[in-house]
């Protein structure tokens, strides 16, 4: 997003975080003689800059700040919607929907976007269950996570049970054709879906009455899994290099794994 507003922005965010003009250089190994000159750049620069020199002289810095700032950007917009909903009626929490993993592109950067919204529903690519379970514990937030119900029904009673197991408070079924029209023209549901009404009514029994519950959070392993998003930028940028000239052909099947 290069919009003039969007670019005053930028160079008033890289003021704050670097002070003077001089330590940003110093950084990026520049030589702007203003943070009013400063330009985002695209990957492809950062890439030409990135394949002549060792890996230990490599500096990616205009790249990855761009990209930093573009997830902070999208976070405090989020936010800003946060409030603005949560003005029109303050008991409902505000939050959004289709949030995927984590990656160089895209916004989804947890760390931010757990401090933006009340709750959000991630699919579930890259740990983003993980992620959000740790950000969101104490206090909890409600977590959604999306399904195919297109699958066979054991899958389907598998998966509901699942997200219920690890701390989702609800669940939202993407079946293909869930709703049909009767001979009389009526609207019903569709037989996959309606076969799932028991397992529904389970799931949302006594069941879950714990982990529904705003005041329970889970127990955390003494084990920890270090979250860095700026890692995740970096790493990209290193597998997109070796790709070399075919690095647009990468799939987002490659960041999930």
Same mark, same amino acid.
């Given at each position: 997003d290069t919009h003039p507003a969007s670019l005053a922005w930028y160079r008033k965010w890289l003021a704050h975080r670097y002070g003077t003009i001089a330590k940003l250089n110093a950084a990026w190994a520049t030589d702007f003689t203003s943070?009013?000159?400063?330009?985002?750049?695209?990957? !492809?620069?950062?890439?030409?800059?990135a394949t002549g020199a060792p890996f230990s002289q490599w500096n990616l810095s205009q790249w990855l700040e761009w990209r930093h700032f573009m997830d902070y950007q999208f976070a405090q917009v989020l936010a800003d919607l946060t409030r603005f909903t949560n003005g029109l009626d303050p008991s409902i929490p505000a939050g959004f929907v289709?949030?995927?993993?984590?990656?160089?592109y895209g916004g989804f950067d947890y760390a931010l976007l757990a401090r933006a919204v009340q709750w959000m529903e991630a699919s579930d690519f890259g740990g983003t269950n993980e992620i959000l379970?740790?950000?969101?514990?104490?206090?909890?937030?409600?977590?959604?996570?999306?399904?195919?119900? /297109?699958?066979?029904?054991?899958?389907?009673?598998?998966t509901l049970w699942h997200r219920l197991a690890h701390g989702n408070q609800a669940a939202i079924a993407w079946p293909e054709g869930w709703m049909k029209d009767d001979a009389a023209g009526q609207r019903e549901l569709a037989p996959k879906i309606a076969r799932l009404a028991p397992v529904f009514r389970e799931v949302q029994g006594r069941a879950s009455e714990f982990i529904?519950?705003? !005041?329970?959070?889970?127990?955390?392993?003494?084990?920890?899994?270090?979250?860095?998003?700026?890692?995740? /930028?970096a790493g990209w940028a290193m597998d997109c290099v070796t790709h070399g000239g075919s690095w647009p052909n990468r799939l987002t099947s490659m960041d999930d794994d």
């Open positions: 943070f009013e000159a400063i330009q985002p750049v695209g990957f !492809d620069h950062a890439r030409q800059a289709g949030a995927q993993q984590p990656s160089a379970r740790s950000l969101w514990n104490r206090p909890r937030r409600p977590q959604v996570q999306t399904y195919d119900a /297109r699958l066979p029904h054991k899958t389907n009673v598998w529904l519950n705003p !005041d329970s959070y889970l127990d955390a392993d003494p084990i920890g899994i270090y979250y860095s998003h700026p890692s995740i /930028r």
